[in-house]
């Protein structure tokens, strides 16, 4: 599945930005989405995932509540809305194939790393 990212810019600190995931190749019933940014030289950081097999969302502590994730299987997209975002949010953003968030055994979420595929990547820039 080839996956192209879109929907950054620059928006202010509290505004809102919705970023978009399209997938071509395949349906993308069934399979876990991860959105992750990563900095250049940066470890890739997790933000949100939708598990395709039941529709479970995860969320990174830092953006609960004001992140949502969700699909579109007959367009083959997964969107990114992003609310009262702060410039802490600053980074390239990808949309990937991966596994689905799990719990390690003290409860901890563990966020993928390691993806089939991802895109090129979108820029979101939010200015203090």
């Known amino acids: 599945v080839q996956l192209v990212e879109s929907g950054g810019g620059l928006v202010q600190a509290g505004g809102s930005l919705r970023l978009s995931c399209a997938a071509s190749g395949c349906t993308i019933d069934g399979l876990a989405i991860v959105w992750f940014r990563q900095a250049t030289g940066e470890e890739r950081a997790g933000i949100a995932c939708?598990?395709?097999?039941?529709?479970?969302?995860y969320y990174a502590s830092s953006v609960k509540g004001r992140f949502t994730i969700s699909s579109d299987i007959a367009i083959k997209t997964v969107s990114l809305q992003m609310n009262s975002m702060k410039p802490e949010a600053t980074d390239v953003y990808y949309c990937g194939v991966g596994v689905t968030v799990v719990d390690d055994a003290r409860g901890t979420p563990i966020w993928p790393t390691d993806f089939a595929s991802w895109g090129q990547g979108t820029q979101v820039t939010v200015s203090s």
């Open positions: 939708i598990d395709g097999s039941d529709g479970s969302t």
